[in-house]
């Protein structure tokens, strides 16, 4: 009678620390769609003093969602997402702190889990090398871009978002044939039916850049 009494309570507990487990996975996630949405709307929707005023107010979430999860990668890939925009949005000297920020969530993301949200810390990071200016300045550095947005397209090769960006980089260097190859597979991405404004969004951005390439190809 003792050893079943010890084992219905073993499987109690077992059952109790899997529910619980599977309601904070649930809640990540719920944390992690609400930044994407929110992310969507401030990026595409605002603009001007109302767009920077709405990311402040998402990044506080964001600083919020990294406390409650501080080990969970895809908070943390979001909230570098929100901060890196955010830096962009700015501009200047004073964004860098907050590239800097980014930069060290996407870090902490890969050290958890390099696959989380299919890789996007890679690319994410790879976008920051690539925007921000250089040593003495800043961090920026071409060849840390090439390769983290090339493992980016490894883990997500049919993305629309990995392959948008690593097109960014073939602009930069001015393979513009290239980047239309990957601009076009970017458009022809499956469509992400919990993300349509941000697919929506996505496209206008890569049909300005066909746009710029086919001037350059003139």
Request: glycine residues 6%.
């Amino acid at each position: 009678m003792k050893k079943y009494i010890t084992t219905r309570t073993s499987l109690v507990i077992m059952i109790f620390s899997l529910f619980s487990t599977m309601t904070m996975a649930a809640t990540n996630q719920q944390s992690v769609s609400e930044l994407q949405k929110q992310w969507a709307v401030d990026n595409y929707q605002l603009k001007d003093d109302a767009q920077e005023s709405a990311f402040m107010t998402l990044m506080k979430k964001a600083d919020n969602d990294v406390m409650t999860f501080p080990d969970d990668a895809g908070v943390h890939i979001w909230r570098g997402i929100i901060y890196s925009t955010y830096a962009g949005i700015t501009g200047g000297i004073g964004a860098l702190k907050y590239a800097k920020s980014a930069k060290a969530d996407f870090e902490k993301a890969l050290s958890l889990d390099p696959r989380a949200l299919k890789g996007s810390a890679y690319t994410s990071l790879g976008m920051l090398y690539l925007r921000v200016p250089g040593w003495p300045i800043g961090f920026g550095d071409d060849d840390k871009a090439q390769h983290l947005l090339k493992k980016g397209l490894e883990a997500n090769p049919n993305g629309i978002d990995s392959n948008y960006f690593y097109a960014q980089y073939l602009m930069e260097e001015d393979e513009y044939t290239q980047a239309k190859n990957y601009l076009d597979k970017a458009l022809n991405a499956p469509s992400r039916p919990t993300r349509p404004l941000a697919d929506k969004g996505r496209k206008q951005d890569i049909q300005h850049a066909l746009t710029k390439i086919q001037k350059e190809l003139e």
